[in-house]
């Protein structure tokens, strides 16, 4: 039962390098988010995909572009990578049309910007 | 704008100790309430969430929580921690008219330590 997977689990860029983090989900969710998670500001949404085919922008999008695959991938791209985008990636994925559905996380990407 | 405040930053106990994490909240309607707990090198776990009925909700892993609307408080508590409870927790809040989770916000998370 996998859930929702990431990948890399660890990346170390230098800056002006760019990568992407890929993400899917097994669950049939509508819904997929990239959230990062730096210290002392919680998690915040970079980008989020109601569904297949439809993506928007977060609370923090600057530097990033996603692209949703399929109902199931969901990757995050970072063009030209910035020491300020060091930080903890967590994809993670929610149904659609139940209110205050759960969203299921995938276990982190951490990314270090040198 | 809606906001959440979890006072908080690190918070110790004993195992056995009871617990209480704080989680206050500014929103203009009846929100949608959200326990998540992380782990070291996890990802974020629901531990419980409230949008109506009891204000006393149950969660996983013994966890229950308050919902004080006069109080604009949500928090957590369990009688008694056990050491696999060290973790992060984090207290979320989002709009109950909304299906979907992007207007979820988060609070800036409570780091629990048990010591034997």
């Known amino acids: 039962n996998a859930g929702v997977t990431q990948t890399p689990k660890f990346q170390v860029l230098k800056t002006g390098q760019s990568m992407t983090l890929q993400c899917a989900q097994d669950m049939n969710h509508n819904s997929m988010y990239w959230y990062r998670q730096d210290p002392g500001m919680g998690l915040r949404l970079i980008y989020y995909?109601?569904?297949?085919?439809?993506?928007d922008k977060g609370e923090v999008p600057n530097g990033y572009n996603v692209s949703r695959l399929n109902k199931r991938e969901f990757s995050l791209r970072l063009e030209s990578a910035a020491p300020s985008q060091t930080s903890v990636y967590f994809c993670?994925?929610?149904?659609?049309?139940?209110?205050?559905?759960?969203?299921?996380f995938g276990e982190g990407s951490w990314l270090t910007v040198v | 704008a809606q906001s959440v405040t979890q006072p908080d930053i690190h918070i110790t106990v004993s195992e056995g100790a009871s617990l209480e994490l704080r989680c206050n909240y500014s929103?203009?309607?009846?929100?949608?309430l959200f326990w998540y707990v992380q782990s070291p090198g996890q990802g974020l776990q629901l531990l419980l969430k409230?949008?109506?009925?009891?204000?006393l909700v149950q969660g996983i892993k013994g966890f229950e929580a308050e919902f004080k609307r006069s109080q604009s408080s949500f928090n957590l508590r369990k009688p008694s921690v056990h050491w696999s409870d060290a973790a992060e927790y984090f207290c979320?809040?989002?709009?109950?008219?909304?299906?979907?989770?992007?207007?979820?916000?988060f609070g800036t998370g409570t780091r629990l330590t048990i010591i034997p």
């Open positions: 993670a994925s929610s149904s659609q049309g139940v209110p205050g559905n759960t969203i299921y």
């Open positions: 995909s109601a569904s297949e085919g439809t993506t």
């Open positions: 979320a809040v989002g709009p109950i008219s909304n299906f979907g989770n992007e207007k979820l916000t």
């Open positions: 929103y203009g309607a009846t929100p949608y």
């Open positions: 409230y949008f109506s009925g009891d204000t």
